[in-house]
């Protein structure tokens, strides 16, 4: 047994052979049946023996073919970060794009994708529009109003770059606790 996960094509391979033997197991029933009781017993694993046979030669055929991966939002992140790592911004930046693209509601991405415009300077402007994407659909992550606080104070807009400052303060201490009775 292989430490690592089957794939779809593998899996499809040993369901194929599953099916198969299934097959011959019900058309030998039969057989088996006339020759140790004398008359022709299991009625329908003929039947039985056809679609077991049927389903097998469909799994080997889906086993045989190739699909292209269908991407994966999270995927994408994960890949974009690595490239973003690897220095590669302007890629990262491309792939988190995409991972918006496939799922709008990933605030991560629009937060990476903000990251990656203050590192590459020159797009503040977009890194905020970024962060307060990740802030509408994460309204109660402390991080993401420090993150808008820096582009604003990049900005030179140090009335917003405060508010924000307070708001992640808000969020990190939590919201007033009415005492229980």
């Not at 292989?2 to 198969?20: C, D, K, M, N």
């Not at 006339?34 to 299991?42: D, N, Q, S, T």
């Not at 690595?82 to 496939?102: F, V």
């Not at 993150?147 to 604003?152: D, E, I, Q, T």
């Amino acid at each position: 047994m292989s430490p690592f996960p089957l794939t779809r094509q593998e899996r499809a391979r040993q369901w194929s052979r599953t099916a198969w033997a299934m097959a011959l197991l019900f058309a030998s029933l039969p057989v088996a049946c006339r020759i140790f009781v004398g008359a022709w017993g299991f009625e329908g694993a003929f039947e039985v023996s056809c679609l077991c046979l049927v389903v097998g030669t469909y799994l080997h055929f889906l086993s045989r073919r190739s699909l292209p991966a269908v991407p994966d939002a999270a995927t994408v992140l994960d890949r974009a970060i690595q490239l973003a790592i690897g220095g590669q911004t302007d890629d990262g930046i491309l792939l988190l794009t995409e991972a918006i693209r496939l799922n709008p509601r990933l605030w991560q991405a629009f937060q990476y994708r903000g990251e990656l415009y203050l590192m590459r300077g020159g797009s503040v402007g977009a890194a905020l529009d970024d962060f307060t994407a990740a802030i509408r659909l994460a309204p109660e992550e402390p991080h993401l109003y420090v993150l808008r606080g820096r582009a604003h104070l990049l900005l030179g807009d140090e009335m917003s770059a405060r508010d924000d400052g307070e708001m992640a303060a808000r969020f990190q201490i939590g919201p007033p606790r009415t005492p229980q009775s």
